[in-house]
């Protein structure tokens, strides 16, 4: 058993030398786990699931951005069943828009632009174009 939890590479090569064993096993035998007084050992899977995560390059930030319902931005939607996309208000928040705020929605090749739209109903400047 590792004295010093492994992470990285290193832990990403245990766990496929171990990929037989139960998971329990598997994150002691990577050195997830502490000794109580009495000498009974506790497996912290917690950390174990954590330290493969950030291994494979899965950040997984506690103090990161939330959109206030727990859930962190991906950048990625989904089409609903009545096909509307929500977009969300991390990113509203993130551009400082407002309720009220208009776009333009211009449709292209497999994507959608939207152009924010000033007070007179024209396209805002925009550093992106």
Known sequence: MSATPLTGKALLQKVKELSEAPRRETAKQCGYFTKSKTGSIRVNLTEFYDAVLAAKGVA??????????????????????????????????????????????????????????????????????
């Open 60 to 129: 997984l930030d506690p103090d990161g951005a939330k959109d206030g319902r727990g859930r962190e931005p991906t950048y990625r939607v989904s089409v609903h069943k009545n096909g509307q996309i929500v977009i969300g208000s991390t990113y509203t928040n993130a551009m400082g828009l407002q309720p009220g705020d208009e776009f333009e929605i211009k449709l292209g090749y497999k994507h959608i632009k939207l152009n924010k739209l000033d007070e007179n109903g024209t396209v805002a400047d925009n550093d992106d174009n």
